[in-house]
């Protein structure tokens, strides 16, 4: 889903920290100030506010916001692009096969580890190894989990 420049108004709602609901004439707009924009403004319940920013998938980050006549300007870091260094996921696959993992399907290659599917008698798991092969975390793996739509096919 592409991200797009929006524009709302509407009414505070509800205040989570940096996060806020925004009451619309469409309906509800989850926003996200970050912990700096709300240092730079204090939102009441009840406030109107005027909101610009990017539409992602789960929220507004909001760049502007203006409310009781002040308007401030927001910004979002954004995440590093710099280059990962090249890692084989068979490197993955083999420290899952040590821990006694089958793995499943392709490993999912993130930031500073990958993910994979293991199974190991006969129950599914998501592993999460290192890019040096230590297995960091493993966790069950339930019907409506990310990976559905793998197992399923």
Do not use: Y
Request: proline share 5%; hydrophobic share 30%.
């Amino acid at each position: 889903m592409s991200e797009q420049q929006k524009t709302v108004t509407g009414n505070v709602t509800h205040i989570f920290a940096h996060r806020f609901v925004v009451e619309t004439d469409k309906g509800p707009v989850l926003a996200d100030m970050t912990p700096h924009g709300s240092e730079q403004i204090a939102l009441q319940i009840g406030d109107r506010a005027t909101l610009m920013g990017e539409m992602k998938p789960s929220e507004l980050k909001v760049s502007r916001l203006t409310c009781g006549g002040k308007t401030v300007q927001i910004e979002h870091k954004k995440k590093d692009d710099h280059h990962h260094p090249q890692v084989d996921p068979a490197v993955a696959r083999q420290s899952a096969r040590k821990a006694g993992f089958e793995p499943i399907g392709e490993p999912r290659r993130k930031r500073k580890h990958f993910e994979v599917i293991g199974r190991r008698n006969g129950k599914l798991c998501e592993l999460h190894i290192e890019l040096d092969g230590q297995i960091r975390k493993t966790k069950p793996l339930h019907d409506e989990h990310k990976w559905a739509d793998v197992l399923r096919s």
